[in-house]
């Protein structure tokens, strides 16, 4: 029986230390502060008081700065993908890596059966219109000196036009090879040019290679002066950002570099996932510092405003909302839920929530917070 009292006296012993520290700790609270309505009252002797720092808000000139990241990407414009246009074989290779090309360069000789069929279709179409022109004119002829029938002259017409549709037809089938019926001869290979200026930034011809239309491309010809910054900015603050601003952009390859670009253009559309909408940012990359698919670190700045602006540790957070303490009296605060729209230079803006004049906790708010 003695076992069992010492083990029923040991957990109420230590329940009555535990009660008695809890109850230490609330009086201790107690003496601190009292809270009335919503509004904690810190008593003159209060340790709180010593660790608060406070600040009476006022207007600020600002440029709201808004931070996000971004993907570096060359302009579509300005990429040239280059695929064999059908199933052949590439005979000879007119580029190397790092070429600079213009529109119209020759980059590779390609063999195609597609090709070849469609060159013996154009010129076989081509002779039969110039026959059907010469049949054409002489019926014309008898008919006008009254030896020739009209029945046979219509047929002739409508012969001549046939053909001219025929060969017409076939022109359409060479141009797709992007060559000039006028300037194409039977029997020669098809010469895959370059559509834009630029440099040959990716080049995998293999010479000799059979290679199927739907392949990857052989060749990637880009002008990469100038490329886009695609950053994503969240929705809520896609008002900040207009068309021409200037946008600071930084990359880790060059820590501290700042590489200065503006808005070109603001997407309509917004990612159902991300809550994001993309803007493009044009930059000047003669030096190519910039290389597709980088990630950058977009800085956008807003046109100067004023508003009130407060240190970071002034303003605390509770779920989705944000709020700060506000002085109501001597040595009375209240909890008050603000609305921010982003920071400038390190510094938060308060959209709304705040009038200029009213003193904050600026700095030891955390205090409060078990009094609220």
Request: glycine share 6%; with cysteine.
């Amino acid at each position: 029986m003695k076992t069992v009292v010492v083990f029923a006296v040991i957990p109420f012993a230590l329940y009555s230390c535990k009660n008695e520290s809890k109850d230490k700790d609330d009086q201790e609270n107690t003496k601190n502060y009292t809270v009335s309505n919503g509004i904690i009252t810190l008593v003159e002797k209060s340790s709180i008081k010593s660790r608060l720092s406070l600040l009476k808000t006022s207007e600020q000139s600002f440029n709201l700065k808004l931070t996000t990241a971004g993907t570096v990407k060359s302009i579509p414009n300005n990429l040239a993908e280059i695929r064999v246009p059908f199933t052949g074989r590439i005979l000879k290779s007119f580029v190397r890596l790092g070429q600079s090309v213009q529109p119209g360069s020759p980059i590779f000789e390609f063999s195609s059966p597609d090709y070849s069929t469609a060159q013996k279709e154009y010129f076989d179409s081509k002779q039969e219109l110039k026959q059907a022109e010469l049949t054409k004119r002489r019926q014309q002829d008898l008919f006008q000196h009254g030896v020739g029938v009209k029945s046979i002259l219509e047929e002739a017409n409508t012969e001549y036009e046939i053909k001219r549709s025929a060969m017409l037809n076939a022109a359409a089938a060479l141009k797709i090879f992007n060559v000039n019926p006028e300037k194409a001869s039977l029997g020669k290979p098809l010469v895959i040019t370059s559509p834009i200026a630029g440099e040959v930034v990716i080049n995998k011809m293999v010479i000799g290679n059979y290679s199927k239309e739907d392949a990857e491309p052989v060749a990637i010809v880009a002008e990469l002066s100038k490329v886009w910054v695609v950053a994503q900015v969240k929705e809520k603050d896609i008002r900040f950002i207009h068309k021409l601003d200037n946008v600071e952009v930084n990359v880790d390859a060059f820590p501290d570099k700042k590489i200065i670009g503006k808005v070109y253009h603001i997407n309509d559309i917004v990612n159902e996932e991300t809550r994001s909408i993309e803007v493009l940012i044009e930059c000047d990359n003669k030096n190519r510092d910039l290389k597709p698919g980088m990630y950058a670190t977009v800085h956008l700045t807003d046109a100067p405003s004023s508003a009130i602006l407060l240190p970071s540790k002034a303003v605390l957070q509770e779920n989705d909302d944000e709020f700060v303490f506000v002085e109501v009296g001597k040595n009375k605060y209240q909890k008050r839920k603000i609305v921010t729209q982003g920071t400038s230079y390190g510094k938060i803006v308060v959209k709304s929530g705040l009038k200029a004049g009213e003193t904050i906790v600026s700095n030891g708010g955390i205090y409060l917070l078990e009094a609220k």
